[in-house]
């Protein structure tokens, strides 16, 4: 059989557009989808799709003797503002799959593994203003701390067992196609559906939080190129710093009034303030352009313009 790739947490808000572009670039048949329940009938309808529970091992190797899977890319994961009402199930979700995944490659039943981690692993000690790759690492909340630990795993695992595995540090992830799923940028995706939807929108983070930001495009074209890249050329095995654009909420809002002039904003924070004053203000990603060519393409004018677009038409 021809070598197959396996996505964990396929119908997530990543998974589910890297399910799709996977399977473009790689054939609907050799692209294997799988979460823990169907809830996104478009993806569990757009080819071979499993049930498996990444957090039970015997689940996860099942599936790649299964398809003779040798590429996995790992996306089931708790994120930031969920993360902090549920810090067990999160710690145990977060790290128990990443292990599950490491250790069916150190065993040799899989080739490649690609997992995510985000600027959630910065904190309040991190400088905020063009983080650089390597600096300090306090994250303040639990997914940070699995993403920090996981980065620590995933070295230690290319050094002493050769395991090829390749991490990107994600930013806010904006698209259009899917809801967000629990994270603390999830306003940057939630403003523009309500701009179409009710011409107005109520924002949990202060108008001048800048965060680092990505339009969903550049964040599936950053997640291929990587894995696509000569295994020489990748040089840091932790996980690398990714950037696009930053922004700050009223950024966003008056970027929507160019579209929408009538649109207004209001501003009531909650707890994931206090996640968001922790996390950088911009990165610093040359290591990734340097390394294996990153770039991106999309910056807030055209983030805005395809979100709008593409939301009235849906």
Not at 46 to 64: H, P, T, W
Not at 88 to 106: E, G, I, Y
Not at 177 to 182: M, Q, V
């Amino acid at each position: 059989m021809t070598p197959k790739i396996l996505i964990i947490g396929a119908c997530g808000q990543i998974g589910s557009e890297l399910t799709f572009k996977l399977r473009e670039l790689h054939g609907n048949d050799n692209v294997i989808a799988s979460d823990i329940n169907y809830n996104n009938l478009s993806v569990v309808n757009s080819g071979a799709f499993e049930i498996v529970d990444a957090q039970d091992y015997a689940s996860v190797k099942d599936c790649v003797e299964k398809h003779d899977v040798n590429t996995v890319y790992l996306m089931a994961a708790m994120l930031s503002a969920t993360g902090e009402k549920y810090p067990m199930k999160a710690w145990d979700l977060n790290m128990n799959s990443l292990f599950h995944v490491l250790n069916l490659a150190k065993e040799g039943f899989i080739k490649k593994v690609f997992w995510p981690s985000s600027i959630a692993v910065f904190g309040p000690t991190t400088p905020k203003d063009n983080t650089p790759q390597h600096t300090i690492v306090e994250p303040s909340t639990v997914y940070g701390i699995t993403k920090q630990v996981g980065e620590r795993w995933c070295e230690y695992y290319h050094k002493n067992y050769g395991v090829d595995v390749r991490s990107i540090r994600y930013p806010g992830i904006i698209s259009w196609k899917t809801l967000p799923g629990g994270g603390t940028t999830d306003y940057a995706v939630e403003i523009y559906h309500e701009a179409l939807k009710n011409n107005t929108y109520e924002c949990f983070l202060s108008e001048d939080t800048k965060l680092p930001m990505m339009f969903m495009d550049d964040a599936i074209k950053a997640t291929v190129d990587i894995m696509h890249a000569n295994n020489s050329a990748i040089k840091i095995r932790s996980s690398y710093n990714l950037a696009a654009v930053s922004f700050t909420p009223n950024e966003v809002f008056k970027a929507i009034q160019k579209h929408i002039p009538d649109f207004t904003i209001t501003y009531k924070t909650d707890y994931r303030q206090h996640i968001a004053d922790t996390w950088p203000k911009s990165i610093d990603d040359s290591h990734a352009r340097n390394d294996w060519n990153w770039k991106h393409s999309f910056d807030l004018d055209a983030i805005t313009k395809e979100m709008l677009d593409n939301l009235s038409k849906s």
